[in-house]
Nanobody, 122 residues
Framework: QVQLVESGGGLVQAGGSLRLSCAAS????????MGWYRQAPGKQRDLVAT???????NYAESVKGRFTISRDNAKNTVYLEMNSLKPEDTAVYYC????????????????WGQGTQVTVSS
């Protein structure tokens, strides 16, 4: 079982920046992939960015060059640095983990945080 605690959301003016954090805790040794997804009102939940243990990152085309994902594996924490924010970025941002490694096995389980609201005003 994994618990994800997100922080850093809030209200920001267009062109501003925010830094989201997600700390994972529970009965595991390490996490394969950590990432961020977002869901705007009336829309589906879409990928924003992911990062795996090998350092490979993946970004949605709409955020490339503006957002940066990073990880602190010692703290089981993933960050999302968001710059040049636009009103279109307004959404609930969800932390996601995929793939848990324990002392004896690996699981392809998926876990979600409760979400943190990001609102960008024009």
């Amino acid at each position: 079982q994994v618990q994800l605690v997100e922080s850093g959301g809030g209200l920001v003016q267009a062109g501003g920046s925010l830094r989201l954090s997600c700390a994972a805790s529970g009965g595991f040794f390490s996490i394969n992939t950590m990432g961020w997804y977002r869901q705007a009102p009336g829309k589906q939940r879409d990928l924003v960015a992911t990062s795996n243990t090998g350092g490979m990152t993946n970004y949605a085309e709409s955020v490339k060059g503006r957002f940066t994902i990073s990880r602190d594996n010692a703290k089981n924490t993933v960050y999302l640095e968001m710059n040049s924010l636009k009103p279109e970025d307004t959404a609930v941002y969800y932390c996601n983990v995929h793939g848990l490694r324990s002392r004896f096995s690996y699981s392809e389980s998926v876990w979600w945080g409760q979400g943190t609201q990001v609102t960008v005003s024009s």
